[in-house]
Nanobody, 122 residues
Framework: VQLQASGGGLVQAGGSLRLSCAAS????????MGWFRQGPGKEREFVAS????????YYTNSVKGRFTISRDNAKRTVYLQMNSLKPEDTAVYYC????????????????WGQGTLVTVSS
């Protein structure tokens, strides 16, 4: 699976962005998908994940109620809608596919996109 993330940019606090991750290669619809982020001077952390059917999603506590992960299997794309952005959301966001263990551990994900930078100004 090859993953291409896009949609990052500069936004003011309180604003919104939608990230996209387009997948190619092996069947997209057979994989759980996820988003991670790495802020300045921080380790990469789990943000959200969505199951194959799209019916269940999981979020880290700091983004619950503000971010929404979704997927369109026909378009082979997963999205991360980010609302009410805060300066602490500033990070490079990575999409990932095909976890082989806990979804919360980045080492368990087998495929990664290149990352897209989100900067939230105060």
């Amino acid at each position: 699976v090859q993953l291409q993330a896009s949609g990052g940019g500069l936004v003011q606090a309180g604003g919104s962005l939608r990230l996209s991750c387009a997948a190619s290669g092996r069947s997209f619809s057979s994989n759980n998908m996820g988003w991670f982020r790495q802020g300045p001077g921080k380790e990469r952390e789990f943000v959200a994940s969505i199951v194959l059917s799209g019916n269940s999603a999981y979020y880290t506590n700091s983004v619950k109620g503000r971010f929404t992960i979704s997927r369109d299997n026909a378009k082979r794309t997963v999205y991360l809608q980010m609302n009410s952005l805060k300066p602490e959301d500033t990070a490079v966001y990575y999409c990932a596919a095909d976890p082989s263990g806990s979804i919360y551990v980045d080492g368990n994900w087998n495929y990664w996109g290149q990352g897209t930078l989100v900067t939230v100004s105060s």
